[in-house]
């Protein structure tokens, strides 16, 4: 469950572990903050006042990070050398071809067995990360590569290298926006190439999600205030098209962030419904840990009563070992139905991987 605990901290470039440390930041488009006034775990931090970023991992630690200087500024170009990706050669996957296609097999099985109608199977990729002369590998450079090479609506970096935290996303899905009592969410479930490669399954697919959605946002909405005003939108993104809902309602007296999350969060289309049989689906066929994969990134401007959560999909974190160096991990996965191929769905993951990680290992694809 998201946690509770509070710090307070001050912004700066420190040390740990002896090695240099970047300091704290959060970018989300044009929207940079700096100046680190405060850390909790709380989520009711975020009906308080001042500007948050938030990062929620998938298995429920939460991060939310106030921060004092809050301004607009452009993405920067990418400078050369500032970044220094993996090898294209080193990614490893914590489920390999055979391991994932038989876990769809077995998602289906117990499809047919009646315990879930839909589950996410997801694997983490990751790659050993250079860090050349001791320089600290900076997720905010790899941002300025994706926006490039890859630009995405819910694209940010949160970087808090003090408390376990880089993050780089790409995210194109929308988890929950917030105005004042306005909430909305945008699922996104089928994948293609191009429009054409859309089936039949996909679009059940994502109707059985926006009825998981809607549902959660039920829980903590005023009765009869749920809306589906989009089902099944076709939006282009960088290599590859998606479906895309809009589901909306107006939080119930009494309802803020710590109530909103508890109901909706792990996000719908990253899990299965029913939602519990899906989770336990998850946790008995995955080998590693989801982490920001999959929960929700974004900002919280509690003054103003609004906020953005994208759902950490095309998402990059860095990970740093006591006993080993830095390594970047990425995240793919796809929706698993009755309706599935095994071999499909491994080439979905593939495809949802494949341009992200030639960003990431340094290659220029802006005009691909």
């Given at each position: 469950m998201l946690g509770s605990r509070s710090a307070r901290h001050a912004d700066h470039a420190g040390v740990r572990g002896g090695a240099q440390q970047l300091s704290p930041l959060a970018r989300f488009g044009d929207l940079v903050a700096t100046d680190l006034r405060d850390v909790t775990s709380d989520p009711a931090a975020l009906d308080s006042t001042g500007f948050w970023a938030v990062v929620a991992g998938f298995e429920g630690r939460l991060v939310c990070a106030r921060f004092g200087d809050v301004r607009r500024e452009p993405v920067p170009a990418p400078r050369t050398g500032a970044w220094r990706g993996p090898a294209a050669g080193d990614w490893t996957s914590s489920l390999d071809r055979a391991a994932y296609t038989a876990g769809v097999r077995r998602i289906r099985e117990r499809i047919a067995a009646g315990e879930v109608y839909q589950a996410n199977l997801c694997r983490v990729l990751t790659a050993p990360l250079p860090e050349p002369e001791g320089l600290p590998a900076d997720v905010d450079a790899l941002t300025a590569l994706l926006a490039r090479g890859n630009p995405a609506p819910y694209?940010?970096?949160?970087?808090?290298?003090?408390?376990?935290?880089?993050?780089?996303?790409?995210?194109?899905?929308?988890?929950?926006?917030?105005?004042?009592?306005l909430v909305e969410?945008?699922?996104?479930?089928?994948?293609?190439?191009?429009?054409?490669?859309?089936?039949?399954?996909?679009?059940?697919?994502?109707?059985?999600?926006v009825d998981l959605v809607r549902n959660d946002l039920g829980r903590v909405c005023a009765a009869g205030s749920v809306t589906v005003p989009a089902l099944c939108a076709v939006e282009q993104h960088p290599g590859l098209v998606h479906l895309v809902s809009a589901v909306r309602g107006e939080l119930a007296e009494g309802a803020g962030w710590p109530e909103l999350l508890a109901a909706t969060f792990p996000p719908g289309s990253v899990s299965g419904a029913p939602k519990p049989s899906a989770l336990r689906v998850i946790a008995a066929l995955e080998t590693a840990p989801r982490g920001p994969y999959c929960g929700g990134i974004g900002w919280v401007d509690a003054d103003r009563g609004t906020g953005e959560l994208a759902v950490g999909i095309r998402t990059f974190w860095i990970d740093r070992p006591a006993i080993a160096g830095p390594v970047l991990r990425f995240g793919t996965g796809a929706g698993i139905t009755w309706g599935s191929d095994p071999e499909r769905e491994w080439d979905e993951t593939?495809?949802?991987?494949?341009?992200?990680?030639t960003v990431a290992c340094g290659a220029d694809v802006s005009g691909s």
């Open positions: 694209a940010g970096t949160v970087r808090l290298p003090a408390h376990g935290v880089e993050v780089a996303t790409a995210s194109p899905e929308l988890f929950l926006r917030r105005a004042g009592r969410s945008g699922p996104i479930k089928g994948t293609g190439r191009t429009a054409a490669d859309l089936s039949e399954k996909d679009r059940a697919e994502n109707v059985m999600i593939e495809l949802k991987a494949s341009r992200l990680l």
